[in-house]
């Protein structure tokens, strides 16, 4: 880009603009990326990213960040973090370059191809509200260097009992550990109110989603949509799920699972936010669900995905997202799944983590991780950062890439 001003009034009396320098970016950075990084509102500040002459789709390698005079010194306190794998530098922008500050006339994000508007809510309930609570909690009120990636986990059971009167210190190890968000997960009603609370306890780190497992949907009856629905309404219950099959374990029918899966898929339609779905020996049956639905699904997560590649490549292709856990991190278990990323049958761009915790422990340190209980093994949300190292591994690409990609398509 060209640094565009079309979107600024310098002689609007809404709220003055600081333009930052932004240095030794790598050339396929995204200023979603950077908006992440800096922990900035999408909605008051806007990344402009010069591209080669001739060569628009390669940037130059520095960039500018114009967002409200009173977040620019903190802002400033990046310079030196890490962007993948280089050292960001972040100053002042000269006064040639137009730092005096501007005024406000519309809010959006520049990219290399379109400018990115932000004046109406996301349709997907996850991406608004992490990028909401961005902006109000501060790194170093999470205790967290600015240089340290932060990850987001989108799938912990923090309701399970496992984790009765030890939620705050899980969070804590969480937060230390550079996890910022947790989704809390709904497999009931039940747990989905609990969820809720839970939330209610920690607003600044947890979100929710709601919605009825295959193992519950014996239980489903007619009146659950509109519980759920009521739920949903709640901005910090994200996602409707966790929903979907389980043709390995049938804890309820086959027919039973299929009514409730398709009631919740038509409710995940209707209030507009994103499915977290449970595929496990099932995949045929949830595409052809899927299937039924298709130019009215908001974006699809296969949460904790363990299948083929061949089902990989079509949930991909359907433009659903893959949600990993320690799962892969596992010497035996976890070769096929690895394989999928290294081949990119599994693609960064399409790529989530989780932990699934207290479930899917990924291998972890004969001396200790993080305070874990190494006699119970019970899985935390502070053991994701395994996961992201994993994945930078098979894939090539540094922990920093990961985490920064990961997280910004939560907000994809």
Request: proline share 6%; aromatic share 6%.
């Amino acid at each position: 880009i060209t640094s565009p001003t079309s979107s600024l009034d310098t002689s609007s009396s809404m709220s003055l603009l600081q333009r930052i320098f932004l240095g030794n970016l790598p050339w396929a950075v995204t200023a979603e990326e950077i908006i992440c990084l800096l922990q900035v509102d999408p909605k008051t500040a806007r990344v402009d990213l010069p591209t080669e002459p001739g060569n628009p789709s390669r940037k130059r390698g520095f960039g500018f960040l114009i967002l409200p005079l009173e977040q620019a010194e903190r802002v400033l306190t990046f310079n030196g973090a890490e962007i993948r794998g280089r050292t960001l530098k972040v100053a002042l922008a000269k006064q040639s370059d137009k730092s005096k500050p501007e005024r406000w006339q519309k809010h959006s994000i520049s990219t290399s191809s379109h400018t990115v508007m932000h004046t109406q809510p996301h349709t997907a309930g996850i991406p608004a509200q992490v990028l909401d609570r961005l902006e109000a909690i501060r790194l170093k009120k999470d205790g967290v260097s600015p240089s340290q990636p932060l990850l987001v986990d989108i799938g912990a059971n923090l309701t399970n009992f496992r984790f009765k009167g030890q939620v705050k210190e899980v969070l804590e190890r969480a937060t230390a550990a550079g996890v910022s968000r947790i989704l809390v997960t709904g497999t009931s009603i039940e747990e989905s109110r609990a969820a809720c609370k839970l939330v209610d306890s920690y607003p600044d780190v947890l979100f929710a989603t709601a919605g009825v497992h295959p193992h519950n949907a014996k239980h489903w009856k007619a009146e659950c949509s509109d519980i759920l629905e009521g739920l949903l309404a709640r901005p910090d219950v994200v996602a409707v799920g966790e929903t979907g099959m389980d043709l390995n374990r049938m804890l309820s029918t086959e027919q039973e699972q299929k009514d409730a899966f398709c009631a919740q898929v038509e409710l995940a339609c209707k209030v507009g936010k994103p499915l977290f779905i449970h595929d496990r020996e099932a995949h045929t049956h949830i595409t052809e669900c899927l299937d039924l639905f298709k130019g009215r699904l908001p974006p699809v997560v296969i949460h904790c995905f363990t299948g083929t590649s061949a089902e990989a490549k079509r949930y991909v292709q359907d433009g659903y997202y893959i949600g990993l856990t320690g799962f892969v991190c596992k010497d035996e278990r976890g070769v096929a799944v690895r394989q999928m990323l290294k081949d990119r049958v599994i693609p960064l761009s399409r790529l989530l983590l989780e932990t699934d915790a207290p479930f899917m422990t990924p291998p972890l340190p004969s001396g200790g991780y993080k305070g874990l209980n190494m006699r119970t093994r019970t899985n935390e949300p502070c053991t994701l950062p395994l996961v992201a190292q994993t994945v930078a591994n098979v894939c090539g690409v540094s922990v920093e890439e990961v985490c920064s990609v990961t997280t910004a398509n939560v907000g994809a």
